[in-house]
T-cell receptor, first 110, second 113 residues
């Protein structure tokens, strides 16, 4: 089974609105990462948050991490049509490789 | 100046054939991976190599054989292709510890008919 699971599976919003995606995971982690995948392309790293951090910002992105609830959220503010993509959370449970969820497909309508 | 490059991008082949996907990274990373993404977008680790040595093999059928001639290359050979092997295969690399940021290739779309 997947370590991380994103919610919702799909999200459709209007340009300018905020988009929030959630990720839940099962085991303790060293860090949690968010990636973006445009249609037909590879995944691109967005942001990494360590297990001792609670919140991190990068441009229009804000990530939170709650290790007690084993959950994280990704907020994209003032969304643009170009933000349309799939967003994945990935966790690193110890010495294994990064483990990914199934992604949230975000559609931003112009 | 592509960081992680994999070829071919598209591959259509018949059941039972043997095919290879090549991957090269010019980032100087020590660790390379193969991930498989199915039609539902689940991304699953298949193999991981660190400095040419296999460190992860996630219960992948032994029809799949990775080969790392040097730490910049990790190729994937698949024997006796089956319909269920149809997927997108991503090569990736990371510097140092496996928990660092991963850099992905653009993917190889394999369709078995």
């Amino acid at each position: 089974s997947q370590q991380g699971e994103e919610d919702p599976q799909a999200l459709s919003i209007q340009e300018g609105e905020n988009a929030t995606m959630n990720c839940s995971y099962k085991t303790s982690i060293n860090n949690l990462q968010w990636y973006r995948q445009n249609s037909g392309r590879g995944l691109v790293h967005l942001i990494l948050i360590r297990s001792n951090e609670r919140e991190k910002h990068s441009g229009r992105l804000r990530v939170t991490l709650d290790t007690s609830k084993k959950s994280s959220s990704l907020l994209i503010t003032a969304s643009r049509a170009a933000d349309t993509a799939s967003y994945f959370c990935a966790t690193f449970p110890g010495r294994r490789a990064l483990t990914f969820g199934s992604g949230t497909r975000l559609q931003v309508q112009p | 100046d592509t960081a992680v490059s994999q070829t071919p991008k598209y591959l259509v082949t018949q059941m039972g054939n043997d095919k290879s996907i090549k991957c090269e990274q010019n980032l100087g990373h020590d660790t390379m991976y193969w991930y498989k993404q199915d039609s539902k977008k689940f991304l699953k680790i298949m193999f991981s190599y660190n400095n040419k040595e296999l460190i992860i093999n996630e219960t992948v059928p032994n029809r799949f054989s990775p080969k790392s001639p040097d730490k910049a290359h990790l190729n994937l050979h698949i024997n006796s292709l089956e319909l269920g092997d149809s997927a997108v295969y991503f090569c990736a690399s990371t510097p140092g510890d496996p928990g660092n940021t991963i850099y992905f290739g653009e993917g190889s779309w394999l369709t078995v008919v």
